[in-house]
């Protein structure tokens, strides 16, 4: 098991350079595959989602070339190979292929696909494109075996926003015959991203960054270069630890509207952040107010936010109260705060905080990626050492984590122990 050793309070100064988004990247591999021309994606976050993915992708026989943040994938020998369960239920995006692929063959054979055990996390809306785009699915002992004739476009009303549907359906319907409508589409800049480079590639996508995208299918995609965009949740989660224990710290390479709904809470707060065009600068403040907070789909406050500022919620002043709108199971970070010292009391989708409280450290252990993050927040804060176990759930959505923080000042340290 890995773990990080953490001595905290020490001031973070410097700077932190965000790196390319995760939910923007594993989107975009599986959507390469719809091309047989070389693609290159640059700005690829070094993190381990991306590692397991190239894995799949060594399944389908796609030949895959890393340089320095930069990935390049031929898909010119693409086969349709199974993608074992072990590898498929380890993060959420695998089932991205699930669509690749039935574009590209129209018939897939994979497993419900994995990711943090936030909540049931069921792919109805996804299985809703599938049928309507003229699919028959059969399910056994969650395998899912999809096929389809041919793939004609419709018109579809996700239940809700969900970005995993949204992008299923943007990447399948991409090659499909007709147009294909998406009601309440989700609205996420990831998504956007995925919509610019396959338009890049000769996809017919408008609508995308509302409620509303219009695909007119295409016969084939060509190749094309794609640099990703800044992650929207590192670059909010290295503010709200700026926010923290920050002293001048600046956030760089972001896009300051991406991370609008936080940067507004943090001044309702208090906080002290000047933004520019695509950077920030914080700096932890005393006297900060307690603010409440909804989680929403984008543009609204992230829900991969929410457990990264919990820790700083416990820093102010007064009752805030936080409302788990999008997951029914994201407070698994709060026994572990209550075990640093925080008063937070959850009941259902609500967690009370009331704060000030101190922080203090302990042994902690990170359940999902985010509330790692959370932990680890408040781990930087904490007067004492702490000690957060089975990290590897960080390390799946935040590059280089030692080197960035070791550069503003932290003190930390990743050590591999038995378990
Ligand atoms: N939902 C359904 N049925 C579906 C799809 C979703 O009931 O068919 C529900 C989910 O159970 C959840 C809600 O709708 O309660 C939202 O799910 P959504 O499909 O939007 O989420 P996702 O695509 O599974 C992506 C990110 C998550 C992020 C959410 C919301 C990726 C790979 N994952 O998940 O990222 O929390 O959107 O923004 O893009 C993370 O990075 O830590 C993370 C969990």
Known sequence: MKVLEVDGNYPLTGSVRIGGAKNSAVALIPACLLSNESITLTNVPDISDISNLIKMLEHLNVKVNIASGSLVLDCSSLENNFIPNELSSKIRASYYFMSSLLARFKSVKMYFPGGCKIGARPIDQTLKVYKALGCTIKEENNLFEIKADSLTGNTINLDMPSVGATVNAIIVSSLAKGTTIINNAAREPEIEDVCNMLNDMGAKIEGFGTSKIVINGVEKLHGTNHNIIPDRIEAGTYTILGAMIGTYLKIDNIIP???????????EMGVDIELHEDYLIVNSSNNLKSVDIETKGYPGFATDLQQPIVPLLTLCKGKSIVNETIYENRYMNIPYLNKMGTNIN?????????GPTKLKGG???????????????????AEGHTTIKNIEHILRGYENLIDKLTNIGAKIELKEIDE
């Not at 509207?257 to 001044?267: F, N």
């Not at 959850?346 to 009331?354: E, F, Q, S």
């Open 257 to 267: 509207l991406h991370i609008k709904a936080l940067t507004d809470k943090l001044i």
């Open 346 to 354: 959850v009941n259902g989708r609500i967690a009370t905080i009331l």
């Open 363 to 381: 042994i902690v252990e990170a359940t999902d990626l985010r509330a790692g993050a959370s932990l680890l927040l408040a781990s930087l804060k």
